[in-house]
């Protein structure tokens, strides 16, 4: 007889998963130090905000293996600047990512090892390769949460040192206001 064994779940419209052991990790805004480029405004902040929670299923690590999880980035600003992941190169820096966008509105910043920066627009169903050598972060831009589902190797580990002076470009309503411009002007 064949066996058959019941797959873990992802709900697509907000991202939960669910049928085997999780692990979660949630990123407040006292943790985002130096992040936000508006000092004062994250200052003003209530430290104990959470920012963003990440839910991936605890699944065997080593060369070959991949993980998978969600990002559930709640909406909102400090100062000007839309909500955002902390944003990273994989330590193994060749090592790539596929994020699959659940709901809400937002934007994958990626930025190569020149320092090129581009944005793609996170919706539901948008399907984002990441390269290797590629440092990546989500905004959200909308009013509701952005939930994104990612794929990636469990060897390419995460550098948060390399970007610490921050991507080479910010998102605020006015990136938004010029990217509309751009879009009209073709
Ligand atoms: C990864 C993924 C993704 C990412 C989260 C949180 O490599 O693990 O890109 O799960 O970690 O979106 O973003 P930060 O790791 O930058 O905080
Ligand atoms: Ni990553």
């Excluded at 064949?2 to 669910?18: C, D, E, H, R």
């Excluded at 509701?144 to 948060?160: E, I, N, R």
């Amino acid at each position: 007889n064949p066996s058959i064994t019941m797959p873990p779940q992802v709900a697509w419209a907000s991202g939960a998963l669910s049928g085997a052991p999780l692990i979660q990790k949630t990123t407040h805004l006292g943790d985002l130090n130096n992040v936000f480029a508006d000092d004062d405004a994250w200052r003003c902040c209530d430290p104990t905000l959470a920012v963003y929670r990440v839910d991936m299923f605890d699944t065997p690590s080593g060369e070959g293996e991949l993980y998978t999880g969600v990002t559930h980035l709640n909406p909102g600003r400090v100062g000007n600047e839309f909500f955002m992941t902390r944003g990273h190169f994989h330590a193994r820096r060749e090592q790539g990512e596929i994020y699959f966008g659940l709901r809400g509105e937002g934007l994958l910043l990626l930025q190569d090892a020149q320092g090129q920066t581009r944005l793609e627009p996170v919706r539901p169903g948008s399907v984002h390769h990441i390269a290797g050598f590629t440092a990546h972060r989500l905004i959200n831009i909308g009013s509701d949460m952005l939930s994104a589902l990612a794929v990636w190797p469990s060897v390419a580990g995460h550098d948060y040192t390399a970007l610490s002076g921050g991507f080479a470009l910010r998102v605020t309503a006015d990136t938004l206001k010029l990217m509309a411009k751009e879009v009209q002007n073709g």
